[in-house]
């Protein structure tokens, strides 16, 4: 199966998930995600707004407005994705793919944390993205600790890693941290 099809495969397997199973799934890795010490002393955040059954980072952000600050993606007019700061979801509005984007232009110079969507990820900490390159593209640039979140039904032998992708320091299921 090739990189496409295993994207579909899985956008497929995520939708058919049932809200119980769902809620449990993310209820558990956003608490692993929350205990850990990266998280605790981040203050800065770069974070992906969930769409379409992603593991959800809405409630975490919800949750943590008062004590963090949350800097979410743009792909800008060059097209490069870069994160700018919002204070509450009134600062988002659909975007690029449907997906909520910020309208607010406050940037984001460098992040304490990076929480990283993804569809397949392999032992080694090598993740599929949706095909675009632009988290790789922002990884590469950062010193921050890069952390996928995902359910582990996504993990699989291998991701055939392109020379540009960029490996993640750490990825979270409901199973723990790899």
Do not use: C
């Amino acid at each position: 199966m090739d990189k496409k099809q295993a994207r579909k495969a899985m956008i497929q397997k995520r939708f058919s998930l049932d809200e119980e199973t769902f809620l449990a799934l993310n209820a558990s890795i956003r608490q692993t995600l929350e205990e850990t010490e990266a998280f605790q002393k981040a203050h800065k955040i770069a974070i992906y707004v969930s769409y379409k059954h992603e593991v959800d980072t809405r409630e975490l952000m919800k949750d943590h407005f008062s004590d963090k600050d949350f800097y979410v993606p743009r792909i800008d007019k060059d097209d490069r994705m870069r994160f700018y700061h919002i204070h509450s979801f009134d600062d988002l509005a659909p975007g690029f793919f449907g997906v909520d984007e910020p309208m607010t232009n406050e940037e984001l110079d460098e992040p304490d944390l990076i929480i990283v969507p993804l569809l397949l990820f392999d032992e080694k900490r090598n993740r599929v993205g949706y095909g675009k390159g632009y988290y790789d593209y922002y990884m590469k640039e950062s010193k921050a600790l890069k952390v996928g979140v995902a359910y582990s039904f996504q993990q699989v032998a291998s991701t055939q890693p392109h020379p540009l992708d960029v490996p993640l320091d750490l990825i979270i299921t409901e199973k723990g941290i790899i």
